[in-house]
């Protein structure tokens, strides 16, 4: 990282480290442990800032069973989830050509569809040089390629790193539980038949169910009101779409108030309506001279609000990566038997994924106070619906 806001490209490629465990895979994977896992990372995720710059790193953990687990930080001032996926399965092409003797480099066929980068005084990272045959003014009119800097101008904003003494990149003092809860698929149809019959007419997704009923929880382990702060991914809300591979950090924060007295049928709703809101005319609300300040506005006003229900009001962060293909890199071994999101520095966090040993189904990772976790799994709605770490 040059700057706050620019990249001085090197050309000295990603950070890469390889790691050999005295351990066996299954043993790691069967009940994960956060303190065993974050070991695999090449970063420590406590939420600290680092004299570490680099914009992308990688771990490759051998195990001695011959095992290999692959850990991969982004920086997430250059790219979300969806970027990060977009790297991978690109990453997993290049290995496609490897595999089959063909030079990737070299064969148009084997090339990844044009990767879109965010940042006009960016030099974008080449993950894949462009072949002699290849026109790339030809490429550039590919309607998949688009600069989202034309979308999204850049604007004159301060090129002030955070303080280093800012409590919100400062390590979690208590003592954190990670622990991940499994929602099957006939299990997530039954809490939609249960929503239905509550009387809603929403068409609720998979993911606005469990995050209800885990705000709810959430609520409850804590006994005070709650916001929840939603990430949503805005490639398919943009009029016209984008492509899914544009790259980027393409998404805007939502959010929702509820009080420990709500039931989790009724969150859903306010779950789906924070959602909603982050439709296309929203999104065009941020394009033009005034975008940037039509998004502070909101975050102050997300602020505000936090702050007007008093000191005992929490803040719960629920992110989905469901749907993305994460689950379907293959770097030449078959497909992972396990996708995790490290979230360990990181309390009152929650993330989603497509759960890979329950087709349909969705794991959700939880990060919270140790003794608020043990309050947390044993809410009797909770038990009904999901199963506590079953790999």
């Not at 009940?31 to 896992?37: F, H, R, Y």
Request: aromatic share 10%; with cysteine; net charge negative.
């Amino acid at each position: 990282m040059k700057s706050q806001y620019s990249i001085d490209c090197n050309d000295e490629g990603a950070y890469y480290q390889e790691s050999h465990v005295d351990a066996s895979l299954l043993d790691i994977i069967k009940i994960p442990n956060a303190t065993e896992l974050v070991q695999l990372t090449p970063y420590n995720s406590d939420g600290t800032t680092s004299n570490f710059q680099e914009l992308l790193a990688i771990q490759v953990n051998l195990f001695n069973c011959g095992g290999i687990a692959i850990s991969i930080s982004i920086s997430h001032k250059v790219g979300d989830a969806s970027s990060l996926c977009t790297f991978i399965k690109n990453w997993c092409n290049a290995s496609e050509g490897l595999r089959s003797n063909k030079c990737w480099a070299d064969s148009p066929e084997m090339l990844p569809h044009p990767t879109t980068f965010e940042g006009s005084d960016t030099h974008p990272p080449t993950f894949f040089k462009s072949p002699s045959n290849i026109d790339n003014n030809k490429v550039r009119e590919d309607s998949s390629f688009i600069s989202l800097s034309s979308i999204f101008p850049p604007r004159g904003t301060t090129d002030d790193m955070p303080d280093e003494k800012c409590v919100a990149i400062q390590p979690v003092a208590e003592k954190l539980a990670v622990k991940r809860f499994v929602f099957t698929a006939s299990n997530i149809a039954k809490m939609k038949g249960e929503f239905i019959n509550y009387g809603y007419n929403e068409n609720a997704t998979r993911v606005e169910v469990i995050s209800a009923l885990l705000w709810k929880c959430f609520m409850a382990a804590k006994m005070c009101n709650s916001v929840t702060i939603i990430p949503v991914n805005i490639r398919q809300r943009v009029v016209p779409p984008l492509p899914k591979n544009s790259f980027g950090n393409f998404f805007l924060v939502t959010s929702a108030i509820a009080n420990v007295e709500n039931n989790w049928l009724s969150l859903v709703g306010k779950i789906n309506s924070a959602i909603g809101r982050i439709d296309g005319n929203y999104v065009e609300k941020i394009r033009g001279e005034d975008g940037f300040e039509f998004v502070m506005s909101n975050f102050n006003q997300l602020g505000k609000l936090i702050m007007s229900q008093g000191e005992d009001v929490r803040v719960l962060r629920i992110g989905s990566w469901c749907n993305f293909p994460i689950n379907e890199a293959n770097f030449g071994w078959g497909e992972s038997i396990l996708t995790i999101v490290a979230i360990f520095g990181v309390k009152d966090n929650i993330v989603l994924l497509d759960s890979v040993k329950f087709p349909g189904g969705i794991e959700a990772w939880v990060a919270m106070v140790d003794q608020e976790m043990t309050l947390f799994e044993l809410d009797k709605e909770l038990q009904d619906f999901t199963s506590l770490d079953t790999s």
